[in-house]
């Protein structure tokens, strides 16, 4: 069946501007999470949804960045006034209920900020 | 907070050798541990998990013993492949939260 599914798969976007990442996860995966994965480095978590509520976003930055998950399937990211240290790959990733059921991710929107 | 300390990459080793990547882990209660591997151009995906203490999670030869008296979880496999060439992530799952939280990776190349 088919994937998480992340559009776009590259952005390149000036300073300042405002971009959207979307997410399409797994059909009947209850659970997304945004990770973001800076080059060398290890995912950094960011918001988990469980449904359509964000259940922890204690990783995401307050003031730019929103993410919303509005019917419990697609979610969006949003980053305002874009800066250049938000340059980075930015993952989706769901899962199907049960606590220790696998994430699937996937393959990420590359952000470039020149 | 919780965390995952894992070694620093890259690792070379010619096909056959035998492969040892070192995680540690800090958190409360008892965690839930994962190794995730990343082929390149692929997406991560999950390589093996453990979820309680002792416990011995296994794939595609590889192996980690979830050692809660080292707080440790290693990957290990007897005989790597040039096919295992990959970056390789430790991870964690705290008891009382659906967070995961993942090492910085380390990247394996194996020679012919």
């Known amino acids: 069946g088919a994937g998480v599914s992340q559009t776009p798969s590259n952005k390149v976007t000036e300073k300042g501007k405002d971009v959207e ?67 980075a790959a930015y993952l989706c990733a ?21 | 907070g919780d965390s995952v300390t894992q070694m620093e990459g890259p690792v070379t ?13 800090t958190a409360t209660g008892y965690p839930s541990l994962f190794w995730y591997v990343q082929y390149p151009g692929e997406g991560l ?12 999670g296994s794939n595609k030869g590889f192996e980690a013993t979830y050692r809660k008296e080292t707080t440790s979880f290693h990957l290990e496999k007897g005989s790597v492949q040039v096919s295992d060439s990959a970056v390789y992530f430790c991870a964690l799952r705290g008891s009382s939260a659906s967070k995961i939280i993942f090492g910085s990776g380390t990247r394996l190349s194996i020679r012919p």
């Open chain 2, 45 to 56: 995906q999950l390589l093996l998990k453990a979820t309680k203490a002792d416990d011995k």
């Open chain 1, 21 to 87: 990442l979307r997410c399409d996860p797994i059909s009947g995966h209850t659970a997304l999470y945004w990770y973001r994965q800076s080059l060398g480095q290890g995912p950094e978590f960011l918001i988990y949804f469980q449904g359509t509520g964000a259940a922890d976003d204690s990783g995401l930055p307050k003031d730019r960045f929103f993410a919303v998950r509005p019917e419990g399937s697609v979610s969006t990211l949003k980053i305002q006034r874009t800066e250049q240290g938000d340059s």
């Open chain 1, 94 to 114: 769901s899962k199907p209920g049960g606590m220790n059921s696998p994430l699937h991710f996937g393959n990420g929107t590359r952000l470039t900020v020149t």
């Open chain 2, 13 to 25: 080793l010619s096909e056959e050798a035998f492969l040892t990547i070192n995680c540690t882990y």
